[in-house]
């Protein structure tokens, strides 16, 4: 199906380990995102991409890592998972910067 | 003090109220965004403007740059709106308000 999907809807992983979350999309959206959401603040930009291999920091990079190998693909890595780090990850894509956004289902993840 | 303001934080509304969010925000931009985000977490954009009003059913958003604040009304509001409104603002990235939680009751 058309779209953009993320897994796993739920993680549950300890301190210390290394998790990856998966984000795809089918449309060929050159743009791809990943936020987080916490009580308090609004969603906050992790990492962005442009197109392939092309990738950029946003507001909060610290802790994690992106790579962007294929257009369709964006997946985050969490290089060593800490507790500050749970939280709701929402990826994203866009045609271009000044065309709407759609996001995926988001990823739940709590780190114990 | 955050670049995106909503309010209010929470609105409670009966079925059938006029329902109005408000967004203001402290820096240029060159495009605003509504979302909405349900109960279930998903995120849905709702519209993106950069001048005048658009319309979508019984939503309504409305901008005025040279204020820099925008509305989202909702006509005849239902329990099915019951949801989470954010307002985003495009500077180079977008900018995200912290959301309106609105709870609308029979």
């Known amino acids: 199906d058309a779209g953009i999907t993320q897994s796993p809807r739920y993680k549950i992983t300890e301190t210390g380990r290394q998790v990856t979350l998966m984000c795809h999309q089918t449309?060929?959206?050159?743009?791809m995102f990943w936020y987080r959401q916490d009580l308090g603040h609004g969603l906050r930009l992790i990492y962005y991409s442009a197109a392939a291999d092309i990738t950029d920091k946003g507001e909060v990079p610290d802790g994690y890592v992106v790579s962007r190998s294929k257009t369709e693909n964006f997946p985050l890595t969490l290089e060593s998972a800490t507790r500050s780090q749970t939280s709701v990850y929402f990826c994203?894509?866009?045609?271009?910067?000044?065309?709407?956004?759609?996001f995926g289902s988001g990823t739940r993840l709590t780190v114990v | 003090k955050n670049e995106v303001e909503q309010s209010p934080q929470n609105l409670t509304a009966q079925e059938g109220e006029f329902i109005t969010i408000n967004c203001s925000y402290s820096v240029g931009i060159s495009a605003l965004h509504w979302l909405q985000q349900h109960p279930g977490g998903g995120i849905v954009s709702l519209f993106m403007l950069s001048s005048g009003k658009k319309k979508h059913g019984r939503l309504i958003a409305t901008i005025n740059i040279q204020e820099k604040h925008s509305s989202l009304h909702i006509t005849a509001s239902h329990p099915r709106d019951s949801a989470v409104y954010i307002c985003?603002?495009?500077?180079?990235?977008?900018?995200f308000g912290t959301g309106t939680r609105l709870q609308v009751f029979p």
């Open positions: 994203a894509s866009s045609e271009s910067i000044g065309r709407g956004y759609t």
């Open positions: 449309w060929s959206h050159s743009y």
């Open positions: 985003a603002v495009r500077v180079d990235k977008l900018i």
